[in-house]
T-cell receptor, first 113, second 116 residues
Framework: QQQVKQSPQSLIVQKGGIPIINCAYENTAFDYFPWYQQFPGKGPALLIA?????SEKKEGRFTISFNKSAKQFSLHIMDSQPGDSATYFC????????????FGQGTRLTINP | EAGVAQSPRYKIIEKRQSVAFWCNPI?????LYWYQQILGQGPKLLIQ????????DSQLPKDRFSAERLKGVDSTLKIQPAKLEDSAVYLCASSPLGSHYNSPLHFGNGTRLTVT
């Protein structure tokens, strides 16, 4: 119930393409869904986050789509660039209580020039 | 603002030895987290402190792992004795008081531990 399942494990896209990374969860108590970006040798950095009262959130080239009934959410990267090559993690937690952030397994994204 | 500081960056030890990691959170951040990230996996929460009190340590292997945050600022995570499966990156994160939505986690660059 505490798991967040992420797919695909790896993804290769040409520059300018739109990579899509998907996540699914079971715990209906989750009400905070962030995406983190991690470069080699660095810690994860918050990219964008959404709460379940909205179905979509955009920040620059990054968009989260959220489907509450399906308990799924996804990250889209518009006009992808080689600099976007990194590992992306979805996560989930509750906003109340201990706010224990649970991460997905990660997606290694490569954007080819 | 200065980020979350962790040291050392790398550590190689033999199994059954002990090791300690240090973390200094962002100034003013009341909540501190230690995560374990095994190669190819997402970070897994080991322990969460609020000020100097433990909020959640349900996934901390307490027979070998210990952590403290005595003055509510910096923290140490210790492993004694280490096992091969403890090889991972140990990430420290901090956040201000409040919901994750308004007060997101900030991660350090981690300590990469190799147990041989």
């Amino acid at each position: 119930q505490q798991q967040v399942k992420q797919s695909p494990q790896s993804l290769i896209v040409q520059k300018g393409g739109i990579p899509i990374i998907n996540c699914a969860y079971e715990n209906t108590a989750f009400d905070y869904f962030p995406w983190y970006q991690q470069f080699p040798g660095k810690g994860p950095a918050l990219l964008i986050a959404i709460r379940p009262d909205v179905s979509e959130k955009k920040e620059g080239r990054f968009t989260i789509s959220f489907n509450k009934s399906a308990k799924q959410f996804s990250l889209h990267i518009m006009d992808s660039q080689p600099g976007d090559s990194a590992t992306y993690f979805c996560a989930a937690s509750t906003i109340q209580g201990a706010q224990k952030l649970v991460f997905g397994q990660g997606t290694r994204l490569t954007i080819n020039p | 603002e200065a980020g979350v500081a962790q040291s050392p960056r790398y550590k190689i030890i033999e199994k059954r030895q002990s090791v300690a990691f240090w973390c200094n959170p962002i100034s003013g951040h009341a909540t501190l987290y230690w995560y374990q990230q095994i190669l190819g996996q997402g970070p897994k929460l080991l322990i969460q402190f609020q000020n100097n009190g433990v909020v959640d340590d349900s996934q901390l292997p307490k027979d070998r792992f210990s952590a403290e945050r005595l003055k509510g600022v910096d923290s140490t995570l210790k492993i004694q004795p280490a096992k091969l499966e403890d090889s991972a990156v140990y990430l420290c994160a901090s956040s201000p008081l409040g919901s994750h939505y308004n007060s997101p986690l900030h991660f350090g660059n981690g300590t990469r531990l190799t147990v041989t």
